[in-house]
């Protein structure tokens, strides 16, 4: 009887290390979804299989796939499939080619509940590196093998493609789309100034950066009694008691066709004049990104930023103040790592979306949030890396001192794992576990599973090496 019940013992052994060794491949549920809709930049998508039959959307896990052949398509890669070694090759170069043909628009019908296998074992390569998909919360996602089509993670390959992916719950669409068109922009210089010493600078920086440059001209012009900060009844000090005071402007100054705007002035009582308000009230900076430069006796850029940053439709970057020194302009310029505007897309990256933190001999990719703090940090990052001794805390981060701060736009979040945020304004956590407390938000790792990412980042602290 013992003999027979060790037998059933390694029986149950023996089995389940099969199902352990098939665990690779499983059968799973999987909603066929013939309702959702599928845009790319704005157009319905239809895809069709190898034989010309609509194939649809496959929703598992909160995770929607599409078929590979119409994500060839959609994204107009090149797609390669090699069943010696399980793989699919997406990207460009020496690849061959398929296409799925789009066609009319989806037919309303009832969802329906199938069986598709979940294939953990098909590996994709995009340009030839080997990539690992993960869902919006940072978990593993596999492709999807259904009547012998192969889905991914539309997600994950739209991030992979660089494109912007968005979910419409009311019309229950996923969009997909190209992000803001990435014209050849050259920056501009935008200075006032009042006696000239501003001007001599504005002229250096507009000659280290290669830019266009423009004046602002008061219609009313700066008398030298008028700028007599020892008469409190004098127009400058009156203006710059006064908040709301615009002071108006002669020319017509057209920035339409710069993204990157350097803006120039005298420091006033601590402040940019007003007349610099006036400029920006125009509206003409909303939506680029504007990097301001001050001269003064001695008082810091830092008062007149505070005034700047409350124009919340501009992307501004940290300036500085500047001496009229050709030497001192040309090293805040290399600073920025602007060298000439004409090439500033590919070179300055203030816009970067990506960074890198280095941990444990592992690189990390980052993706940024679109905010201020993320843009002040890129900015110091092209300067230097920065290493960060992160203690572990809590079970949930890994928290240290940035030595520097950036612009907080607290809000409170419940972190998911891999989210990088910064805390109390000069401290940066990375996510292996949520919480919920108030941050600004600064990026998400995207290279890493959660059970990865939590391995890696082990039970102690951590030296975390931030770099673009
Ligand atoms: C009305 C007025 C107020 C000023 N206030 C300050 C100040 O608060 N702090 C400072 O360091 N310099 C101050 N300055 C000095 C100017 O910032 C400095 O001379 C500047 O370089 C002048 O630039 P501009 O020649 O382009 O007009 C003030 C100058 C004027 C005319």
């Not at 990865?452 to 951590?462: A, F, P, Q, T, Y």
Request: proline share 2%; with cysteine; hydrophobic share 35%.
């Amino acid at each position: 009887m013992k003999k027979v019940f060790v037998l059933f013992l390694i029986l149950i052994l023996v089995l389940s290390l099969g199902s352990i060794c098939l665990a690779d491949t499983k059968e799973v549920n999987v909603i066929l979804n013939r309702e959702i809709k599928v845009t790319y930049n704005d157009a319905i998508q239809e895809f069709q299989n190898v034989n010309g039959v609509k194939v649809y959307p496959l929703s598992y896990e909160g995770t929607t796939y599409l078929p590979i052949r119409s994500i060839s398509s959609l994204f107009q890669s090149k797609i390669k499939w090699d069943g010696n070694t399980n793989s699919i090759y997406l990207g460009e170069g020496d690849l061959d080619t398929t296409s799925s043909k789009i066609v009319s628009s989806f037919t309303k019908g009832n969802n329906e509940t199938i069986k598709a296998l979940l294939n953990r074992d098909i590996k994709i390569y995009y340009n030839n590196k080997v990539q690992t998909f993960i869902d919006a919360t940072g978990k593993a996602v596999y492709p999807l093998s259904y009547n012998g089509t192969t889905y991914l993670p539309v997600r994950a390959v739209s991030n992979l493609f660089g494109l912007k992916i968005d979910w419409d719950g009311v019309t229950n669409t996923i969009k997909i789309g190209k992000e803001k068109e990435q014209h050849d922009s050259k920056a501009a210089v935008v200075y006032f100034s009042a006696t000239g010493t501003t001007k001599q600078v504005a002229e250096y920086v507009k000659d280290e950066t290669n830019a266009d440059i423009f004046e602002i001209i008061p219609k009313e012009k700066y008398t030298s009694e008028d700028l007599n900060w020892n008469n409190n009844d004098s127009r400058t000090t009156k203006e710059q008691n006064d908040k709301n005071v615009r002071p108006e402007i002669e020319n017509n100054i057209d920035i339409s066709n710069y993204d990157l705007i350097f803006i120039g002035y005298p420091i006033w009582w601590g402040d940019c004049p007003r007349i610099v308000q006036s400029f920006i009230e125009t509206g003409k900076l909303n939506g680029k990104t504007a990097i301001p430069f001050c001269t003064s006796g001695s008082s810091s850029i830092s008062g007149s930023e505070n005034t700047l940053k409350n124009y919340k439709e501009i992307n501004w970057i940290s300036g500085k103040r500047l001496t009229a020194s050709r030497n001192d302009v040309a090293n805040w310029v290399k600073s920025l790592n602007i060298k000439s505007t004409s090439e500033s897309k590919e070179n300055n990256n203030l816009n970067t979306k990506i960074i890198k933190i280095e941990v444990n001999n592992k690189e990390l990719t980052v993706e940024l949030e679109n905010n201020q703090a993320a843009k002040e940090l890129v900015q110091k990052l092209n300067s230097e890396n920065v290493v960060v001794k992160a203690l572990e805390y809590g079970g949930f981060e890994k928290v240290g001192s940035l030595g520097f701060s950036l612009t907080r736009d607290d809000e409170q979040i419940k972190t998911e794992v891999g989210d990088i945020v910064l805390y109390q304004g000069n401290q940066i956590s990375l996510f292996y576990n949520s919480n919920s407390w108030s941050y600004t938000k600064l990026g998400k790792v995207t290279n890493c599973t959660a059970s990865e990412l939590k391995e890696l980042l082990g039970n102690g602290d951590v030296t975390l090496i931030l770099k673009k």
